[in-house]
């Protein structure tokens, strides 16, 4: 990613901003600046700290690394748009779920926040928005 000429990059697809920020993560991978190796050994809170620490990445990037990557369990990724949608409709809310709501309709789902998530995806492909 650090060697490669940034047209390559660009031309499958990875916008400018895009492109640095992929460099700026792989620098800090290979500084060891970021341990991706010691993550899985961090709680949740630490790792978003961690990843959020490089440029470009954010809470969603965080929170996908926790479920995808780390396989943590009572992830509730309050910023992904299909995951607040779902909600919506599951719950027959009159709009989008902000943050503070969905957190609350959540709270019960704890322990198990990921996994909730997931089937909330998944509504959304069995009933796609029209």
């Avoid at 609350?104 to 704890?110: E, Q």
Wanted: net charge negative.
């Amino acid at each position: 990613m650090l060697s490669t000429d940034e047209e390559l990059l660009r031309a499958c697809g990875l916008s400018r901003p895009k492109v640095r920020y992929l460099r700026d993560l792989a620098d800090c991978v290979v500084s060891g600046e970021l341990d991706l190796g010691s993550l899985q050994d961090l709680p949740d809170d630490e790792v978003v700290v961690q990843i959020t620490a490089v440029k470009g990445l954010g809470r969603w990037s965080a929170d996908m690394f926790l479920m995808f990557h780390l396989g943590r369990e009572d992830v509730l990724p309050v910023g992904d748009l299909g995951v607040r949608r779902a909600a919506e409709r599951a719950y027959d809310l009159p709009e989008i779920p902000d943050a503070e709501t969905l957190q609350n309709l959540a709270r019960p789902w704890a322990p198990h926040r990921t996994l909730a998530s997931f089937y909330l995806w998944e509504s959304l492909d069995a009933n796609p928005i029209a």
